[in-house]
């Protein structure tokens, strides 16, 4: 038998899952049990499983996005006199108010957040694929809005502050 260990994660211990660094055949390090290379290689966690972040990197953005996005709206909405074009939050807006259309916006990031983790562990590509769309999406109307501010020229951004 081969006790032989090595740098670099090869997986985990199907047992304990410890971290383990195995050439071929070894124990691992923290429960003892005999492990087999092809057991210890990483599998993809199960449904309910509750591993790492996929795409953390992504979400970031996400979520900086987003609260842009809700920043500028109640600038157009409060100082500049326009409308919210979304006709959900539209909604929302009307019915609840401004504090409601909140959280809804950021109950469907998390929605996104959680479809981008459930897709990814079937598939990570598309999961990967699904959380940069989604990225883009928030980025759209958050550069239209910056795009029409800059269009109207300063004498907007003086009348919102005077």
């Not at 919210?84 to 469907?108: D, L, R, Y």
């Not at 459930?118 to 959380?131: H, I, K």
């Not at 940069?132 to 795009?147: K, S």
Request: glycine share 8%; hydrophobic share 50%; charged share 15%.
């Amino acid at each position: 038998m081969d006790d032989t260990f090595k740098d670099g994660p090869a997986g985990n211990c199907p047992h304990c899952n410890h971290p383990l660094r195995i050439v071929a055949r070894g124990k691992c390090q923290e429960c003892g049990v005999k492990v087999r290379a092809a057991a210890a290689r990483r599998r993809r966690p199960s449904f309910l499983a509750m591993p790492e972040m996929r795409y953390p990197n992504a979400y970031v953005w996400l979520v900086l996005l987003s609260a842009l996005d809700v920043i500028l709206t109640l600038l157009v909405l409060a100082f500049w006199g326009g409308h919210e074009v979304n006709p959900a939050t539209h909604a929302v807006i009307e019915v609840m108010g401004f504090g409601w259309a909140i959280v809804f916006k950021f109950a469907v990031i998390i929605l996104v957040v959680i479809l981008c983790e459930v897709v990814g562990r079937r598939d990570d590509r598309l999961g990967r694929t699904l959380s940069i769309l989604a990225v883009v999406m928030n980025g759209v109307p958050v550069a239209y809005t910056f795009v029409l501010l800059l269009r109207a020229g300063p004498a907007t951004f003086l009348g919102a502050a005077g």
